[in-house]
Protein backbone atom coordinates (compact mmCIF):
# COMPACT_ATOMS: atom_id res chain seq x y z
CA UNK A 1 0.00 0.00 0.00
CA UNK A 2 1.15 3.53 -1.03
CA UNK A 3 1.90 5.83 1.32
CA UNK A 4 2.56 9.55 0.83
CA UNK A 5 4.14 11.13 -1.61
CA UNK A 6 7.78 10.70 -2.89
CA UNK A 7 9.93 13.16 -1.47
CA UNK A 8 12.81 13.09 -4.65
CA UNK A 9 11.96 15.24 -8.18
CA UNK A 10 11.66 11.72 -9.46
CA UNK A 11 9.47 8.95 -7.78
CA UNK A 12 12.10 6.49 -9.29
CA UNK A 13 14.57 7.96 -6.98
CA UNK A 14 12.43 7.74 -4.05
CA UNK A 15 13.11 5.59 -0.40
CA UNK A 16 10.75 5.92 1.31
CA UNK A 17 7.95 3.99 -1.18
CA UNK A 18 7.35 0.34 -0.16
CA UNK A 19 8.03 -0.89 -3.38
CA UNK A 20 11.44 0.97 -3.60
CA UNK A 21 12.25 1.09 -0.18
CA UNK A 22 14.56 -1.99 -0.18
CA UNK A 23 15.72 -1.73 -3.92
CA UNK A 24 18.98 -0.27 -3.69
CA UNK A 25 20.89 -1.88 -6.19
CA UNK A 26 25.13 -0.58 -5.78
CA UNK A 27 26.64 1.44 -8.82
CA UNK A 28 29.07 -0.98 -10.47
CA UNK A 29 31.78 -0.46 -12.92
CA UNK A 30 31.40 -1.91 -16.17
CA UNK A 31 33.83 -4.62 -15.12
CA UNK A 32 33.10 -5.15 -11.74
CA UNK A 33 29.41 -6.23 -12.38
CA UNK A 34 30.55 -8.75 -14.71
CA UNK A 35 34.20 -10.26 -14.22
CA UNK A 36 33.82 -11.99 -10.96
CA UNK A 37 30.72 -13.59 -11.23
CA UNK A 38 31.21 -14.52 -15.02
CA UNK A 39 31.73 -18.06 -14.08
CA UNK A 40 28.85 -18.50 -11.79
CA UNK A 41 26.59 -17.42 -14.94
CA UNK A 42 28.23 -19.20 -17.76
CA UNK A 43 27.96 -22.86 -15.74
CA UNK A 44 24.66 -21.80 -15.13
CA UNK A 45 23.51 -20.52 -18.89
CA UNK A 46 25.32 -23.85 -19.98
CA UNK A 47 23.56 -26.20 -17.56
CA UNK A 48 20.12 -24.73 -19.06
CA UNK A 49 21.02 -25.05 -22.76
CA UNK A 50 21.99 -28.69 -22.37
CA UNK A 51 19.20 -29.31 -20.67
CA UNK A 52 15.93 -27.95 -21.51
CA UNK A 53 14.56 -27.34 -25.12
CA UNK A 54 12.89 -23.81 -24.39
CA UNK A 55 16.64 -22.79 -23.78
CA UNK A 56 18.18 -24.83 -26.82
CA UNK A 57 15.73 -23.61 -29.19
CA UNK A 58 16.41 -19.56 -28.29
CA UNK A 59 20.37 -20.42 -28.70
CA UNK A 60 20.27 -23.04 -31.91
CA UNK A 61 17.29 -21.16 -33.94
CA UNK A 62 19.29 -17.61 -33.24
CA UNK A 63 22.40 -19.63 -34.49
CA UNK A 64 20.70 -20.89 -37.59
CA UNK A 65 19.58 -17.77 -38.70
CA UNK A 66 22.55 -15.38 -38.13
CA UNK A 67 25.32 -17.80 -38.96
CA UNK A 68 23.58 -21.10 -40.63
CA UNK A 69 25.33 -23.72 -42.19
CA UNK A 70 27.51 -21.15 -44.79
CA UNK A 71 28.57 -18.15 -43.30
CA UNK A 72 31.10 -16.63 -45.91
CA UNK A 73 32.41 -13.61 -47.36
CA UNK A 74 31.48 -12.02 -50.08
CA UNK A 75 34.63 -9.41 -51.08
CA UNK A 76 34.12 -5.60 -52.24
CA UNK A 77 37.34 -4.04 -51.90
CA UNK A 78 37.07 -0.63 -51.11
CA UNK A 79 37.88 0.63 -55.06
CA UNK A 80 37.15 3.95 -54.32
CA UNK A 81 39.56 4.10 -50.86
CA UNK A 82 42.20 2.46 -52.96
CA UNK A 83 42.12 4.67 -56.18
CA UNK A 84 41.95 8.30 -53.64
CA UNK A 85 44.87 6.48 -51.49
CA UNK A 86 47.13 5.82 -54.82
CA UNK A 87 45.89 8.08 -57.49
CA UNK A 88 45.29 5.18 -59.58
CA UNK A 89 42.05 5.09 -61.42
CA UNK A 90 42.48 1.67 -62.71
CA UNK A 91 40.80 0.93 -59.73
CA UNK A 92 37.35 0.77 -60.35
CA UNK A 93 34.23 -1.22 -60.31
CA UNK A 94 34.62 -3.68 -62.67
CA UNK A 95 38.18 -4.04 -61.29
CA UNK A 96 36.21 -4.30 -58.42
CA UNK A 97 33.99 -7.19 -59.67
CA UNK A 98 36.97 -9.35 -61.18
CA UNK A 99 39.22 -9.16 -57.96
CA UNK A 100 36.36 -9.89 -55.87
CA UNK A 101 35.37 -13.29 -57.87
CA UNK A 102 38.94 -14.41 -57.83
CA UNK A 103 39.65 -13.94 -53.92
CA UNK A 104 36.60 -15.48 -53.08
CA UNK A 105 37.16 -18.48 -54.93
CA UNK A 106 40.83 -18.76 -52.83
CA UNK A 107 38.91 -17.82 -49.77
CA UNK A 108 36.27 -21.46 -50.66
CA UNK A 109 40.03 -23.55 -51.55
CA UNK A 110 41.39 -22.52 -47.81
CA UNK A 111 37.61 -22.80 -46.29
CA UNK A 112 36.26 -25.71 -47.39
CA UNK A 113 39.24 -27.62 -47.91
CA UNK A 114 38.85 -31.37 -47.34
CA UNK A 115 42.05 -31.79 -45.43
CA UNK A 116 40.87 -29.01 -42.91
CA UNK A 117 43.99 -27.42 -42.89
CA UNK A 118 42.51 -24.16 -41.83
CA UNK A 119 41.67 -25.42 -38.70
CA UNK A 120 44.45 -25.91 -36.50
CA UNK A 121 42.78 -29.13 -34.74
CA UNK A 122 41.91 -30.05 -38.62
CA UNK A 123 38.42 -30.97 -37.55
CA UNK A 124 36.39 -28.30 -38.83
CA UNK A 125 35.39 -25.36 -41.98
CA UNK A 126 36.13 -21.93 -41.62
CA UNK A 127 32.00 -21.94 -42.09
CA UNK A 128 31.85 -24.46 -39.06
CA UNK A 129 34.37 -22.53 -36.50
CA UNK A 130 31.97 -19.07 -37.21
CA UNK A 131 29.23 -21.26 -35.92
CA UNK A 132 30.87 -22.77 -33.12
CA UNK A 133 32.39 -19.07 -32.12
CA UNK A 134 28.87 -17.75 -32.47
CA UNK A 135 27.29 -20.00 -30.32
CA UNK A 136 30.27 -19.23 -27.53
CA UNK A 137 29.44 -15.82 -27.79
CA UNK A 138 25.31 -16.32 -27.56
CA UNK A 139 25.66 -18.86 -24.28
CA UNK A 140 29.40 -17.65 -22.84
CA UNK A 141 29.29 -13.91 -24.46
CA UNK A 142 32.99 -14.07 -25.60
CA UNK A 143 33.82 -15.33 -29.02
CA UNK A 144 37.77 -16.11 -29.06
CA UNK A 145 40.73 -17.57 -31.72
CA UNK A 146 44.11 -17.01 -32.18
CA UNK A 147 45.09 -16.97 -35.56
CA UNK A 148 48.51 -19.34 -36.02
CA UNK A 149 51.45 -19.00 -38.49
CA UNK A 150 51.79 -23.01 -39.57
CA UNK A 151 54.73 -23.00 -42.44
CA UNK A 152 55.05 -26.81 -41.83
CA UNK A 153 51.93 -27.76 -43.36
CA UNK A 154 52.30 -26.39 -46.22
CA UNK A 155 53.45 -28.49 -49.36
CA UNK A 156 52.62 -30.74 -51.98
CA UNK A 157 49.25 -32.24 -51.19
CA UNK A 158 48.57 -30.70 -48.04
CA UNK A 159 47.81 -27.16 -47.22
CA UNK A 160 48.14 -24.19 -49.28
CA UNK A 161 48.10 -21.48 -47.07
CA UNK A 162 49.86 -21.49 -43.34
CA UNK A 163 47.19 -19.20 -42.10
CA UNK A 164 45.43 -21.09 -39.28
CA UNK A 165 42.20 -20.48 -36.65
CA UNK A 166 42.27 -21.87 -33.40
CA UNK A 167 39.15 -21.70 -31.56
CA UNK A 168 39.71 -21.14 -27.73
CA UNK A 169 36.88 -21.89 -25.18
CA UNK A 170 36.26 -18.38 -23.44
CA UNK A 171 36.65 -20.21 -20.32
CA UNK A 172 40.53 -20.15 -20.69
CA UNK A 173 40.69 -15.96 -20.48
CA UNK A 174 41.30 -14.67 -17.30
CA UNK A 175 43.75 -13.47 -15.05
CA UNK A 176 46.52 -15.25 -14.03
CA UNK A 177 46.35 -16.99 -10.90
CA UNK A 178 42.75 -16.13 -11.04
CA UNK A 179 43.75 -12.60 -9.55
CA UNK A 180 41.23 -10.00 -9.26
CA UNK A 181 41.07 -6.95 -12.03
CA UNK A 182 43.58 -4.29 -11.72
CA UNK A 183 44.29 -1.63 -13.93
CA UNK A 184 45.90 -3.48 -16.83
CA UNK A 185 44.19 -6.52 -16.12
CA UNK A 186 40.50 -6.69 -16.70
CA UNK A 187 38.65 -10.52 -16.94
CA UNK A 188 42.12 -11.65 -18.33
CA UNK A 189 42.26 -8.78 -20.89
CA UNK A 190 45.46 -7.07 -20.44
CA UNK A 191 44.99 -3.20 -21.49
CA UNK A 192 46.85 0.15 -21.92
CA UNK A 193 46.51 3.68 -20.34
CA UNK A 194 43.36 4.37 -22.87
CA UNK A 195 41.76 0.58 -22.12
CA UNK A 196 42.52 -0.67 -25.89
CA UNK A 197 43.11 -4.51 -25.22
CA UNK A 198 46.90 -5.20 -26.17
CA UNK A 199 47.36 -8.62 -25.29
CA UNK A 200 45.31 -11.68 -23.57
CA UNK A 201 46.18 -14.09 -20.38
CA UNK A 202 45.15 -17.35 -21.66
CA UNK A 203 45.49 -20.82 -19.39
CA UNK A 204 47.36 -23.55 -21.43
CA UNK A 205 44.24 -25.93 -20.81
CA UNK A 206 41.15 -25.64 -19.48
CA UNK A 207 40.49 -25.51 -15.99
CA UNK A 208 38.34 -28.58 -16.20
CA UNK A 209 40.44 -30.94 -17.95
CA UNK A 210 41.84 -32.77 -14.90
CA UNK A 211 44.22 -35.13 -17.13
CA UNK A 212 45.99 -31.21 -18.16
CA UNK A 213 45.82 -29.98 -14.34
CA UNK A 214 49.42 -28.93 -14.46
CA UNK A 215 49.01 -26.67 -17.54
CA UNK A 216 45.57 -25.70 -16.82
CA UNK A 217 47.73 -23.09 -13.79
CA UNK A 218 49.80 -21.54 -16.57
CA UNK A 219 48.84 -19.07 -18.47
CA UNK A 220 50.49 -17.20 -21.87
CA UNK A 221 50.11 -13.42 -22.10
CA UNK A 222 49.04 -13.92 -26.09
CA UNK A 223 49.87 -10.27 -28.00
CA UNK A 224 46.63 -9.08 -29.53
CA UNK A 225 48.50 -8.17 -33.02
CA UNK A 226 51.56 -7.91 -34.65
CA UNK A 227 53.88 -4.94 -35.16
CA UNK A 228 52.60 -4.65 -38.46
CA UNK A 229 48.92 -5.12 -37.66
CA UNK A 230 48.17 -8.58 -38.64
CA UNK A 231 45.36 -10.15 -35.61
CA UNK A 232 46.80 -12.86 -33.51
CA UNK A 233 44.00 -13.59 -30.96
CA UNK A 234 40.26 -12.83 -32.05
CA UNK A 235 38.20 -11.45 -29.60
CA UNK A 236 34.79 -10.46 -30.12
CA UNK A 237 31.79 -9.69 -27.69
CA UNK A 238 28.53 -7.29 -27.37
CA UNK A 239 29.21 -4.32 -25.41
CA UNK A 240 26.63 -3.37 -23.31
CA UNK A 241 28.61 -0.04 -21.42
CA UNK A 242 31.42 2.24 -22.44
CA UNK A 243 34.86 0.51 -21.17
CA UNK A 244 33.54 -3.13 -20.71
CA UNK A 245 36.21 -5.84 -21.73
CA UNK A 246 34.23 -8.67 -21.66
CA UNK A 247 30.94 -10.32 -22.94
CA UNK A 248 27.76 -10.07 -20.85
CA UNK A 249 27.69 -13.80 -20.81
CA UNK A 250 24.94 -14.34 -23.45
CA UNK A 251 21.46 -13.70 -24.15
CA UNK A 252 19.72 -15.75 -21.80
CA UNK A 253 21.50 -14.10 -18.50
CA UNK A 254 18.95 -11.57 -18.29
CA UNK A 255 16.24 -13.92 -18.50
CA UNK A 256 18.06 -16.87 -16.51
CA UNK A 257 16.04 -16.94 -12.98
CA UNK A 258 12.38 -16.83 -15.10
CA UNK A 259 13.51 -19.69 -16.94
CA UNK A 260 14.17 -22.01 -14.76
CA UNK A 261 11.61 -21.30 -12.70
CA UNK A 262 9.57 -22.09 -15.82
CA UNK A 263 11.62 -25.34 -15.63
CA UNK A 264 10.62 -26.44 -12.59
CA UNK A 265 6.74 -25.57 -12.67
CA UNK A 266 6.98 -27.35 -15.95
CA UNK A 267 8.65 -30.33 -14.51
CA UNK A 268 5.69 -30.20 -11.74
CA UNK A 269 2.86 -30.30 -14.17
CA UNK A 270 4.51 -33.12 -15.93
CA UNK A 271 4.40 -35.60 -12.76
CA UNK A 272 1.10 -34.17 -11.80
CA UNK A 273 0.14 -35.52 -15.33
CA UNK A 274 1.70 -38.44 -14.64
CA UNK A 275 0.44 -39.40 -11.36
CA UNK A 276 -3.23 -38.40 -12.60
CA UNK A 277 -2.84 -41.15 -15.55
CA UNK A 278 -2.25 -43.86 -13.10
CA UNK A 279 -5.06 -45.51 -10.91
CA UNK A 280 -4.11 -45.42 -7.28
CA UNK A 281 -5.67 -47.54 -4.90
CA UNK A 282 -5.38 -48.96 -1.39
CA UNK A 283 -7.25 -50.90 1.24
CA UNK A 284 -8.02 -49.63 4.65
CA UNK A 285 -9.09 -51.00 7.54
CA UNK A 286 -11.13 -49.88 10.65
CA UNK A 287 -8.56 -51.20 13.19
CA UNK A 288 -5.43 -49.94 14.41
CA UNK A 289 -2.50 -52.57 15.28
CA UNK A 290 -3.49 -52.14 19.15
CA UNK A 291 -6.91 -52.92 18.60
CA UNK A 292 -6.94 -55.80 16.53
CA UNK A 293 -4.23 -57.55 18.92
CA UNK A 294 -6.78 -56.78 21.86
CA UNK A 295 -9.59 -58.68 19.35
CA UNK A 296 -7.95 -61.75 18.65
CA UNK A 297 -8.15 -64.53 20.75
CA UNK A 298 -4.26 -65.42 20.48
CA UNK A 299 -2.96 -61.58 20.54
CA UNK A 300 -0.77 -62.60 17.37
CA UNK A 301 -1.73 -59.61 14.95
CA UNK A 302 -0.36 -62.07 12.40
CA UNK A 303 -2.70 -64.38 12.15
CA UNK A 304 -5.23 -61.19 11.12
CA UNK A 305 -2.80 -60.68 8.30
CA UNK A 306 -2.90 -63.85 7.52
CA UNK A 307 -6.01 -64.11 7.56
CA UNK A 308 -6.63 -61.51 4.86
CA UNK A 309 -4.12 -62.96 2.90
CA UNK A 310 -5.94 -66.15 2.63
CA UNK A 311 -9.49 -64.75 2.23
CA UNK A 312 -7.99 -62.69 -1.18
CA UNK A 313 -5.85 -65.68 -2.20
CA UNK A 314 -8.99 -67.59 -2.47
CA UNK A 315 -11.50 -65.54 -3.92
CA UNK A 316 -10.39 -64.93 -7.31
CA UNK A 317 -13.61 -64.45 -9.21
CA UNK A 318 -13.42 -63.63 -12.15
CA UNK A 319 -16.00 -62.31 -14.87
CA UNK A 320 -14.78 -62.39 -18.81
CA UNK A 321 -11.27 -62.50 -17.76
CA UNK A 322 -11.57 -59.55 -15.34
CA UNK A 323 -11.41 -60.47 -11.44
CA UNK A 324 -13.90 -59.10 -9.25
CA UNK A 325 -12.82 -57.57 -6.19
CA UNK A 326 -14.25 -58.84 -3.03
CA UNK A 327 -12.78 -57.61 0.39
CA UNK A 328 -12.29 -59.01 4.12
CA UNK A 329 -14.32 -57.66 6.61
CA UNK A 330 -13.65 -54.30 7.96
CA UNK A 331 -11.96 -53.45 5.02
CA UNK A 332 -12.91 -50.71 1.86
CA UNK A 333 -11.10 -49.30 -0.96
CA UNK A 334 -9.73 -45.46 -1.41
CA UNK A 335 -8.20 -43.69 -4.60
CA UNK A 336 -5.94 -40.67 -5.07
CA UNK A 337 -6.74 -38.53 -7.71
CA UNK A 338 -4.57 -35.57 -8.48
CA UNK A 339 -6.47 -32.37 -9.48
CA UNK A 340 -4.20 -31.51 -11.63
CA UNK A 341 -2.77 -30.17 -14.31
CA UNK A 342 -3.70 -26.64 -14.00
CA UNK A 343 -5.96 -25.06 -16.51
CA UNK A 344 -4.02 -21.83 -16.60
CA UNK A 345 -1.26 -24.17 -17.08
CA UNK A 346 -0.79 -23.34 -21.10
CA UNK A 347 -1.28 -19.62 -20.56
CA UNK A 348 0.78 -18.98 -18.07
CA UNK A 349 3.49 -20.80 -20.27
CA UNK A 350 2.78 -18.94 -22.78
CA UNK A 351 3.09 -15.86 -21.19
CA UNK A 352 6.15 -16.77 -19.79
CA UNK A 353 8.05 -17.43 -23.19
CA UNK A 354 7.32 -14.36 -24.47
CA UNK A 355 9.05 -12.87 -21.75
CA UNK A 356 11.90 -15.30 -22.70
CA UNK A 357 11.73 -14.62 -26.05
CA UNK A 358 11.75 -11.12 -26.03
CA UNK A 359 15.03 -11.20 -23.34
CA UNK A 360 16.87 -12.88 -26.19
CA UNK A 361 15.61 -11.12 -29.33
CA UNK A 362 13.39 -13.97 -31.12
CA UNK A 363 10.00 -14.72 -31.66
CA UNK A 364 8.01 -16.71 -29.14
CA UNK A 365 7.04 -19.38 -31.97
CA UNK A 366 10.47 -19.86 -33.05
CA UNK A 367 11.00 -21.29 -29.52
CA UNK A 368 8.02 -23.09 -29.28
CA UNK A 369 7.46 -24.21 -32.49
CA UNK A 370 3.53 -23.67 -31.92
CA UNK A 371 2.38 -21.97 -35.37
CA UNK A 372 -1.04 -22.81 -34.58
CA UNK A 373 -1.55 -18.88 -32.78
CA UNK A 374 -0.36 -16.52 -35.63
CA UNK A 375 -1.41 -15.74 -39.40
CA UNK A 376 0.49 -14.89 -42.20
CA UNK A 377 0.45 -10.71 -41.19
CA UNK A 378 1.37 -11.46 -37.54
CA UNK A 379 3.85 -13.72 -37.96
CA UNK A 380 5.31 -11.50 -40.80
CA UNK A 381 5.22 -8.84 -38.71
CA UNK A 382 6.77 -10.58 -35.39
CA UNK A 383 9.67 -11.66 -37.84
CA UNK A 384 10.42 -8.00 -39.52
CA UNK A 385 11.42 -7.28 -35.84
CA UNK A 386 13.52 -10.19 -34.62
CA UNK A 387 15.35 -9.66 -38.38
CA UNK A 388 16.55 -6.58 -37.00
CA UNK A 389 17.97 -7.78 -34.01
CA UNK A 390 19.38 -11.21 -35.87
CA UNK A 391 21.28 -8.49 -38.76
CA UNK A 392 22.57 -6.44 -36.03
CA UNK A 393 24.13 -9.64 -34.45
CA UNK A 394 24.80 -10.82 -37.78
CA UNK A 395 26.61 -7.78 -38.66
CA UNK A 396 28.82 -7.54 -34.95
CA UNK A 397 29.77 -10.74 -34.79
CA UNK A 398 30.93 -10.40 -39.12
CA UNK A 399 32.87 -7.32 -38.19
CA UNK A 400 34.64 -8.43 -34.81
CA UNK A 401 35.46 -11.79 -35.51
CA UNK A 402 34.67 -12.89 -39.04
CA UNK A 403 36.48 -9.87 -40.37
CA UNK A 404 39.74 -10.47 -39.06
CA UNK A 405 39.94 -13.61 -39.95
CA UNK A 406 39.69 -12.65 -43.08
CA UNK A 407 42.02 -10.18 -43.49
CA UNK A 408 44.62 -12.43 -42.32
CA UNK A 409 43.72 -14.88 -45.17
CA UNK A 410 43.84 -12.18 -47.87
CA UNK A 411 47.40 -11.05 -46.62
CA UNK A 412 48.45 -14.09 -47.27
CA UNK A 413 46.47 -14.40 -50.29
CA UNK A 414 48.20 -11.52 -51.71
CA UNK A 415 51.39 -12.65 -51.57
CA UNK A 416 50.55 -16.56 -52.76
CA UNK A 417 48.04 -16.33 -55.25
CA UNK A 418 48.15 -14.30 -58.65
CA UNK A 419 45.36 -11.92 -57.67
CA UNK A 420 44.30 -9.21 -60.73
CA UNK A 421 45.73 -6.21 -59.70
CA UNK A 422 45.68 -3.00 -61.97
CA UNK A 423 49.02 -1.92 -63.32
CA UNK A 424 50.59 1.49 -62.23
CA UNK A 425 51.05 2.74 -58.63
CA UNK A 426 49.42 -0.49 -56.63
CA UNK A 427 49.35 0.29 -52.37
CA UNK A 428 50.59 -2.74 -50.46
CA UNK A 429 48.37 -4.59 -48.48
CA UNK A 430 49.67 -3.31 -45.05
CA UNK A 431 48.79 0.01 -46.49
CA UNK A 432 45.71 -0.20 -47.36
CA UNK A 433 44.11 -3.47 -45.14
CA UNK A 434 40.82 -2.78 -44.75
CA UNK A 435 40.35 -1.89 -48.74
CA UNK A 436 41.82 -4.40 -49.98
CA UNK A 437 39.90 -7.10 -47.20
CA UNK A 438 37.15 -4.98 -47.27
CA UNK A 439 33.88 -8.06 -47.40
CA UNK A 440 30.02 -8.40 -47.32
CA UNK A 441 29.51 -11.56 -45.14
CA UNK A 442 26.45 -13.66 -46.12
CA UNK A 443 24.69 -15.81 -43.56
CA UNK A 444 20.83 -17.51 -44.71
CA UNK A 445 18.27 -15.79 -46.16
CA UNK A 446 15.17 -14.10 -44.04
CA UNK A 447 12.85 -17.45 -46.28
CA UNK A 448 9.19 -16.87 -47.00
CA UNK A 449 6.26 -17.20 -45.52
CA UNK A 450 4.54 -16.93 -48.57
CA UNK A 451 6.30 -17.07 -51.92
CA UNK A 452 3.89 -15.70 -54.17
CA UNK A 453 3.50 -11.94 -51.98
CA UNK A 454 7.37 -12.07 -51.13
CA UNK A 455 8.85 -11.81 -54.78
CA UNK A 456 6.27 -10.41 -56.39
CA UNK A 457 7.31 -7.75 -53.63
CA UNK A 458 10.87 -8.11 -54.66
CA UNK A 459 9.98 -7.87 -58.23
CA UNK A 460 7.86 -4.88 -57.96
CA UNK A 461 11.31 -3.34 -56.00
CA UNK A 462 13.56 -4.19 -58.47
CA UNK A 463 11.46 -2.95 -61.25
CA UNK A 464 11.27 0.63 -59.21
CA UNK A 465 14.95 0.51 -58.57
CA UNK A 466 14.48 0.26 -55.04
CA UNK A 467 16.50 -2.78 -54.69
CA UNK A 468 19.17 -4.97 -56.49
CA UNK A 469 19.40 -8.11 -57.35
CA UNK A 470 22.24 -8.89 -55.06
CA UNK A 471 19.70 -7.07 -52.39
CA UNK A 472 16.96 -10.05 -52.94
CA UNK A 473 18.88 -12.87 -53.09
CA UNK A 474 20.83 -12.25 -50.39
CA UNK A 475 17.60 -10.85 -48.13
CA UNK A 476 15.83 -14.18 -49.17
CA UNK A 477 17.34 -17.13 -49.89
CA UNK A 478 21.33 -16.14 -48.47
CA UNK A 479 22.42 -16.93 -52.42
CA UNK A 480 24.55 -15.28 -54.48
CA UNK A 481 23.09 -13.67 -57.37
CA UNK A 482 26.20 -14.17 -59.70
CA UNK A 483 26.10 -17.88 -59.49
CA UNK A 484 22.17 -17.46 -59.80
CA UNK A 485 22.50 -15.66 -63.01
CA UNK A 486 24.94 -18.11 -63.73
CA UNK A 487 23.04 -21.34 -62.98
CA UNK A 488 20.14 -19.38 -65.11
CA UNK A 489 22.25 -19.14 -68.16
CA UNK A 490 23.30 -22.74 -68.03
CA UNK A 491 19.88 -24.28 -67.69
CA UNK A 492 18.72 -21.66 -70.62
CA UNK A 493 21.12 -23.21 -72.52
CA UNK A 494 20.17 -26.90 -72.13
CA UNK A 495 16.25 -25.94 -72.64
CA UNK A 496 17.94 -25.35 -75.98
CA UNK A 497 20.37 -27.65 -76.74
CA UNK A 498 17.70 -30.54 -75.90
CA UNK A 499 15.07 -28.97 -78.30
CA UNK A 500 12.38 -28.21 -75.43
CA UNK A 501 9.64 -25.92 -75.16
CA UNK A 502 11.63 -22.58 -73.51
CA UNK A 503 10.03 -21.24 -70.43
CA UNK A 504 9.07 -17.56 -70.66
CA UNK A 505 12.36 -16.76 -68.37
CA UNK A 506 14.25 -18.36 -70.88
CA UNK A 507 12.38 -16.87 -74.26
CA UNK A 508 11.25 -13.66 -73.05
CA UNK A 509 8.13 -11.59 -72.34
CA UNK A 510 7.27 -11.32 -75.88
CA UNK A 511 6.94 -15.39 -76.64
CA UNK A 512 3.05 -15.85 -76.87
CA UNK A 513 3.26 -19.69 -76.55
CA UNK A 514 6.07 -22.23 -75.35
CA UNK A 515 8.39 -23.14 -78.22
CA UNK A 516 7.21 -20.64 -80.95
CA UNK A 517 9.36 -17.90 -81.59
CA UNK A 518 7.28 -14.73 -81.03
CA UNK A 519 5.72 -12.79 -84.44
CA UNK A 520 7.13 -10.54 -86.79
CA UNK A 521 6.22 -6.94 -86.00
CA UNK A 522 3.82 -5.51 -88.24
CA UNK A 523 4.47 -2.73 -90.66
CA UNK A 524 3.11 0.88 -89.63
Not at 116 to 145: K, P, W
Request: net charge negative; charged share 25%; proline share 5%.
Amino acid sequence: MLTGGSRTPYDAADIRGDHVADWNPYLWSPDGELNMYRDRIVSRVRDLVRNDGWASAAVTRTLDTVIGANFRPIFKPDYRALQAFSGNKAFDHMWAEEYGQALEAHWRTWANDPGRYCDAQRNLTIAQIMAVAFRHELIDGDSLAQILWLPERVGPGRARYATTVMLVDPDRLSNPQLRFDQQDQRGGVKVDDYGAAVGYYIRRAHQGDWFSAGDSVHWDLIPRETNWGRPIVVHNFTADRAGQHRGGAGILTPVLQRLKMLIKYDGVELDASIINAIFGAYITSPFDQEFVEESLGDGKLGAYQDGRAEFHAERRIRLGGAQLTSLYPGESIETVAAARPNGNFEAFESAMLRNVAAGAGVSTQQISQNWSDVNYSSYRAAMLEAWKTFQRRRFNFAQGFAQPIAGAFVEESMEVDDLPLPSGNVPDFIECRGAYARAKWMGPGRGYVDPTKERQGAIMGLDASLSTLEDECSELAGTDWREVLERKAVEAQKFRDLGLPPPKWVAGDDVTKAGEPPEEPKAA
